[in-house]
């Protein structure tokens, strides 16, 4: 997830009162992992994990495929107070990474024929639910999955600071959409590109409008069951795995570590709800590009069709060729396509409260990258930034 607004972690993470921990149980963290590992670079994967840790990491779990072998490994701690070493097999919340999972829903009732990618979004749900929203009768469901529609994003002031009077209240999709009524747009719908979390709740509450299912039987029907993602969950009762992997964040730059895992941050949206660990990650991943069984190849293609309206915020998308990973060229349905020293990487990651996760697919070379980290905070931003736009991918490809 994206916030812009500083000032809101200031405020919240000054809550001392709000880091209760629960009595738990550190034998639910048992779990297989299934991955044969056959990589060649195992130990220098494992190293490169050890040594992040050793840089402020709390813990994090890894999966690694290229065409020399898969690897999947783990570092750190899952519960730092029960000193629960990480699995790779462990369970994270996996923030906006769950809007692949959303787009591929939208994408398959496209196909179905039950929606028209180029109608508008309010020909699918109730004006008494949109009316308020700004452009919703222009809106259509390509420019909200291309983040093209200018809505402005559920996540800012008005939410967070009814999220702060109750940081374990799981709120409704009416009730985080209502955040924004009456809000102005940033643009005109299809004019530039913004990424805003409201574009996802929206497609959500349309595929539930449309099946009259909820999003847990949407997702389990129509992903985590077909494809055996035994591990996936989607949280939109409130309800997260019992083996869920704590979420730290560092509430004073210093690297100390408070729990916040019981806090509920978007944990019902279709937006960011979702809950996984790395080989599901990689089993979905591998799936979208390497089979038809979500979607024909025709509706693959679409996925990384990058619209011609530019970046709200250009800036932000150019990395520098000193990185490994140089730009991000634009969103497609579902997924970010980056430029990267190794070829066109399509890829979409999640940033929740004391959360990062990051999966990639290089088609080139068919290579997937997936990994999470239990932790976020000033401590280590600039460490996940480094991996994110340069260390990972390096290791992988040198």
């Known amino acids: 997830m994206k916030i812009n607004l500083i000032i809101f972690f200031t405020i919240l993470f000054a809550c001392q009162g709000c880091n209760d921990y629960p009595t738990f149980d550190p034998v639910q963290f048992a779990c297989d992992n299934t991955i044969i590992i056959t990589h060649p670079k195992a130990s220098k994967f494992q190293d490169f994990l050890d040594d992040k840790v050793q840089g402020g990491l709390p813990g994090i779990s890894m999966l690694i495929e290229t065409p020399d072998g898969i690897w999947t490994g783990a570092s ?93 209240r799981v709120w409704t999709d009416e009730e985080e959409l209502s955040m924004i009524y009456h809000q102005d747009a940033i643009f005109n719908p299809g004019e530039k590109m913004d990424y805003s979390n409201t574009n996802y709740l929206l497609l959500g509450m349309i595929a539930k409008q449309i099946t009259g299912q909820t999003g847990i039987e949407l997702y389990q029907e129509r992903i985590f069951n077909p494809l055996g993602m035994n591990h996936s969950f989607f949280n939109d009762n409130g309800q997260q795995p019992d083996a869920l992997v704590r979420g730290y964040f560092d509430e004073n730059g210093q690297g100390n570590f408070i729990d916040i895992t019981e806090r509920s941050f ?97 088609p080139d070379t068919q290579t997937s990258i997936i990994y999470m980290v239990n932790g976020s905070g000033h401590s280590i931003n600039e460490l996940f930034k480094k991996m994110r736009r340069n260390d990972v991918v390096r290791l992988v490809f040198e």
């Not at 250009?314 to 970010?336: C, Q, S």
């Open 76 to 168: 750190g701690m899952a519960d730092l107070q029960y000193q629960t070493a990480m699995e790779s097999c462990h369970v994270h919340r996996i923030g906006s990474t769950t809007k692949t999972f959303t787009a591929t829903i939208i994408l398959q009732l496209f196909q179905e024929g039950l929606l028209d990618l180029d109608s508008r979004m309010s020909d699918y749900l109730p004006s008494e639910i949109v009316g308020e929203v700004v452009n919703h009768d222009q809106i259509t469901i390509r420019q909200l999955l291309n983040h093209t529609s200018g809505l402005p994003n559920i996540l800012d002031i008005n939410y967070s600071l009814n999220y702060l009077n109750d940081i374990t």
């Open 266 to 362: 978007v944990a019902g949206s279709m937006a960011g709800g979702a809950s996984s660990n790395v080989e599901d990650l990689y089993h979905f991943q591998k799936t979208i590009w390497e089979t038809d069984l979500l979607f024909d190849d025709a509706t693959k293609q679409s996925i990384i069709h990058i619209s011609s309206a530019p970046f709200l915020h250009p800036e932000k998308a150019e990395y520098g060729d000193e990185n490994a990973v140089n730009r991000t060229d634009g969103f497609g349905l579902g997924w970010w396509v980056d430029d990267t020293d190794y070829g066109k990487c399509y890829w979409h990651g999640g940033a929740l409260d004391g959360r990062r996760c990051v999966m990639r697919y290089f």
